[in-house]
């Protein structure tokens, strides 16, 4: 898994433009409109998510069309899968510590 990956993904900008590639290709102007950046700096986001292997570009006339490409995010997830269990202690600590607040 190439180690940029994770500090890709720690940028709120580059998230929103993977969870609405997860709806489908869309072109780097209306990346651009769903922003306050202007259309450069979108780009320049768009350029490091390829450069990392989650977007691919697709040129069609003038305009240049993003795809998602989820392959790097699944071996995130694969890297992160081992550590769920500490996330389910403490969401079950939690939820014992709710409930015993709710009976009181």
């Not at 998510?49 to 069309?65: I, K, S, W």
């Not at 998602?68 to 550590?83: D, G, I, K, T, Y």
């Not at 996330?87 to 009976?103: H, K, P, V, Y």
Request: net charge negative.
């Amino acid at each position: 898994m190439p180690a940029d990956v994770f500090g890709v993904l720690a940028n709120p900008v580059r998230r929103k433009l993977l969870e609405t590639l997860r709806e489908g290709p869309r072109s780097t102007g209306e990346l651009a409109g769903m922003f306050e950046l202007g259309r450069p700096a979108v780009s320049e986001h768009l350029a490091v998510l390829r450069t990392a292997g989650l977007v691919r570009e697709e040129p069609r006339g003038r305009h240049r069309f993003y795809h998602l490409q989820p392959a790097p995010l699944a071996e995130v997830s694969e890297w992160l899968h081992p550590f769920e269990h500490y996330w389910n202690q403490r969401l079950d600590a939690l939820a014992d510590l709710l409930d015993e607040e709710s009976e009181k």
